[in-house]
């Protein structure tokens, strides 16, 4: 799911960056620049989550 949402908020296709940009009648690149600290932290939580075995399997195994 984090991965999917990087995705969507990563251009060139960036989907949610122009749905929020539309819905709120601001211009892409203010909602990119807006998004890009939200990214990075996703960024970091996905590499956290890919590459250490106990944060992944955490919560299936308790």
Request: hydrophobic content about 55%; charged content about 10%.
């Amino acid at each position: 799911m984090v991965n999917l949402e990087i995705g969507y908020l990563t251009p060139p296709i960036g989907l949610n960056l122009f749905v929020s940009a539309t819905l709120f009648s601001k211009p892409i690149g203010f909602v990119m620049r807006s998004a890009a600290s939200f990214t990075a932290i996703m960024l970091v939580g996905l590499v956290l989550i890919t590459w250490s075995e106990p944060i992944a399997g955490g919560i299936p195994r308790c």
